[in-house]
T-cell receptor, first 112, second 111 residues
């Protein structure tokens, strides 16, 4: 079936650096989401994005976070600067309205 | 191969009826199951989690788990139109923290 690809699968960076997580969505999908999962805990919603705009964001979506999808390419999550508490697995999900979401396999971010 | 399988892919029940959703993991390392509900255009919300064999009930929602078969099911009694949503099952390995989601079941409750 349709696949959402997340690149890279694992990223290790030093605290304070910038990181960009990439999501290659299913081709006809218009809704995009990022979720954060800290080790062993539930998945938590960060943000959703539609028609070039952030539709909804949670308290976890700090000022250091930003999302974009320039020119229909990757849907990206950028964190600048990173903090230790940003270490987690970040899931991208994409979909169309009233239909199921397709999730990527996640990017594990380790901030040292 | 998908490690968390959900069935059915979609389900329609009448208002007041019982909805039953299934989920099975093929990864014998998992030891925790989660059920999420997501209304259209909204963020997913966790409904229930279970890690012990047996049954857990919260209001109209009941979750069953059979650890030997790694099968969990979610049952919604007295279904309401507001229950119409995407239901996601996830399985986690608490040793690694890895959480794997199924593809979901779209539930429609008809008034």
């Amino acid at each position: 079936g349709p696949k959402v690809l997340q690149i890279p699968s694992h990223q290790i960076i030093d605290m304070g650096q910038m990181v960009t997580l990439n999501c290659d969505p299913v081709s006809n999908h218009l809704y995009f989401y990022w979720y954060k999962q800290i080790l062993g805990q539930q998945m938590e919603f960060l943000v959703n994005f539609y028609n070039g705009k952030v539709m909804e964001k949670s308290k976890l979506f700090k000022d250091q976070f930003s999302v974009e999808r320039p020119d229909g390419s990757y849907f990206t999550l950028k964190i600048q600067p990173t903090a230790l508490e940003d270490s987690a697995v970040y899931f991208c999900a994409t979909g169309t309205i009233n239909e199921r979401l397709f999730f990527g396999h996640g990017t594990k971010l380790s901030v040292l | 191969q998908q490690k968390v399988q959900q069935s059915p892919e979609s389900l329609i029940v009448p208002e007041g009826g019982m909805a039953s959703l299934n989920c099975t993991s093929s990864d014998r390392n998992v030891d925790y199951f989660w059920w999420y509900r997501q209304h259209s255009g909204k963020s997913p919300k966790m409904l229930m989690s279970i890690f012990s064999n047996g049954e857990k009930e919260e209001g109209r929602f009941t979750v069953h788990l059979n650890k030997a078969s790694l099968h969990t099911s979610l049952h919604i009694r007295d279904s309401q139109p507001s229950d119409s949503a995407l239901y996601l099952c996830a399985a986690s390995d608490t040793n690694t923290g890895k959480l794997t989601f199924g593809d979901g079941t779209v539930l429609t409750v008809k008034p």
